[in-house]
């Protein structure tokens, strides 16, 4: 791993944030981050107190905050993710607490959101909810942007937990309407059990990857492995989700679940041959890779032939 070089010794004067800036960049790039120019400003508007925006605005940094530079720069060349070491993660509109014990959301992940705040529009009172919610990304995003929606979050890990409440209270605090929690397994049959046939719109990001993966080191080393990896082919939190959103949905509610982008046919194929559900339909992200699948239950209420085809999405 490439080192920073020694900073100037103390009552030598302070740095200029631009040459901070590219000196925590060369260690980036060395250690083989492809964003490192953006890292790098990142952690030094995160050391300085500004947004990114601001640095070339900012002062200089003293010996202290130097250091502290240094030191969030060679644990990032190390891996550590970036919002481990900034304590928080962007998305859509929020600003999440992370850190050890819950998955860090990804910007890939904002689509499943927002698909979930245009199907709930326009519904009186949507009732919504968010199955695998780690840090409470896609709930309080929905949250925030729908203030008519009730909302439930279910989460199992503790870990988790403690970081989806803070994130809850928090955005309460700001003035979202609260969120409700919930502690439970989304495989359990019994999930939600007294919501049955109310839910206007179910999102899930679930552990997916299948095991054999072998993930970058962000994930191995430091997002919770039951929140990653889906058992042999990915599909074994997602295939009782299926089975348990064709029953909280009520007539013509709307599902959506992101998968493994090797999961492009599978998992629609799993939604049509469901029988619950129609217009399946497969969604790519930004990089025109299979991303989320989204279906809606059938308005008849009514349990059709399996084998019904779908569509895939543009980006």
């Given at each position: 791993m490439s080192?920073?070089?020694q900073h100037p010794p103390e009552g030598t004067g302070p740095v200029r944030p631009s040459a901070a800036v590219a000196r925590s960049a060369r260690v980036l790039a060395a250690a083989g981050l492809g964003s490192a120019r953006?890292?790098?400003?990142?952690?030094a508007a995160y050391v300085l107190g500004v947004p990114r925006g601001r640095l070339a605005l900012a002062d200089d940094l003293s010996d202290d905050q130097l250091a502290r530079l240094d030191d969030l720069t060679r644990r990032r060349a190390g891996r550590e993710p970036l919002q481990h070491l900034t304590g928080r993660a962007g998305f859509r509109h929020l600003e999440l607490l992370v850190g050890p014990g819950v998955f860090v959301p990804r910007p890939e992940t904002e689509l499943l959101a927002g698909w979930g705040v245009e199907q709930a529009q326009g519904r009186p009172d949507p009732l919504v909810v968010d199955l695998c919610s780690g840090s409470g990304a896609i709930a309080l995003s929905v949250a925030q942007?729908?203030?008519g929606a009730r909302v439930i979050a279910v989460e199992r890990s503790p870990a988790a937990l403690a970081w989806?409440?803070?994130?809850a209270a928090e955005r309460a605090a700001a003035g979202d309407r609260p969120i409700e929690v919930?502690?439970?397994?989304?495989?359990?049959?019994?999930?939600?059990?007294?919501?049955?046939?109310?839910?206007?719109?179910?999102?899930?990001?679930?552990?997916?990857?299948?095991?054999?993966?072998?993930?970058?080191?962000?994930?191995?080393?430091h997002d919770p492995a039951e929140a990653?990896?889906?058992?042999?082919?990915?599909?074994?939190?997602?295939?009782?989700?299926?089975?348990?959103?064709?029953?909280l949905l009520r007539p013509g509610g709307a599902f959506g679940v992101e998968h493994d982008d090797t999961h492009g046919a599978a998992v629609p194929?799993?939604?049509?041959?469901h029988g619950w559900f129609t217009a399946v339909t497969e969604h790519r992200d930004l990089t025109g890779r299979p991303r989320f699948a989204t279906a809606s239950r059938r308005a008849d209420g009514q349990h059709a032939p399996v084998g019904a085809a779908w569509?895939?999405?543009s980006p």
């Open positions: 080192t920073l070089p953006v890292e790098a400003e990142l952690l942007e729908l203030p989806l409440r803070r994130n919930v502690e439970a397994d989304v495989t359990a049959p019994d999930l939600l059990a007294d919501l049955v046939g109310r839910v206007d719109v179910l999102l899930c990001n679930p552990p997916y990857v299948p095991d054999d993966v072998v993930v970058p080191p962000e994930v191995a080393g990653v990896f889906g058992g042999a082919d990915g599909l074994a939190v997602i295939r009782p989700v299926v089975t348990r959103a064709a029953a194929a799993l939604l049509a041959g569509q895939t999405d």
